[in-house]
């Protein structure tokens, strides 16, 4: 385990799920397997930077660890923590325009109180995506 060489942020719904998807398929990339909200949460952050490691993916040499933690970039106090526990980290900011970003977040939201998305708002979707 080590500190993560880069790690994803970004604005909630801007893509950052499907990023890491995408990263964990080369084969020189490991993913944490969750968001950790080490840099974010006061209670994971009292853990301390060892258990902050230890939650990162074993590594060989020649691979790159990766966290995706997007919420950090809208945390207050994450940029001071990171900047603290290394300079030496990448961060990768994922950003959408905001316009798609709050319809796909209406949608995800209308999806976890309901179950399902009606056909409304499915073909709603299709037409303000697609034409």
Same mark, same amino acid.
């Given at each position: 385990h080590r500190f993560p060489d880069v790690i994803i942020i970004g604005a909630k719904?801007?893509?950052?799920?499907?990023?890491?998807?995408?990263?964990?398929?080369?084969?020189?990339?490991?993913i944490a397997e969750k968001e950790i909200f080490y840099f974010s949460d006061p209670n994971r952050y009292q853990c301390? %930077? +060892?258990w902050y490691i230890e939650q990162m993916p074993i590594t060989k040499k020649g691979e790159l660890t990766l966290e995706k933690s997007p919420q950090y970039f809208s945390s207050r106090v994450s940029p001071e923590r990171l900047k603290l526990a290394s300079s030496d980290v990448k961060l990768l900011l994922i950003?959408?325009?905001?316009?798609?970003?709050? %319809? +796909?977040?209406y949608f995800f939201l209308q999806?976890?109180?309901?179950?399902?998305?009606?056909?409304?708002?499915?073909?709603?979707?299709?037409?303000f995506y697609h034409g």
């Open positions: 719904k801007s893509g950052t799920s499907v990023l890491r998807q995408m990263l964990s398929q080369h084969p020189l990339i490991k301390g %930077i +060892s950003v959408r325009n905001p316009l798609y970003r709050t %319809i +796909s977040n999806k976890i109180r309901n179950g399902k998305i009606d056909k409304t708002a499915s073909t709603f979707r299709k037409r």
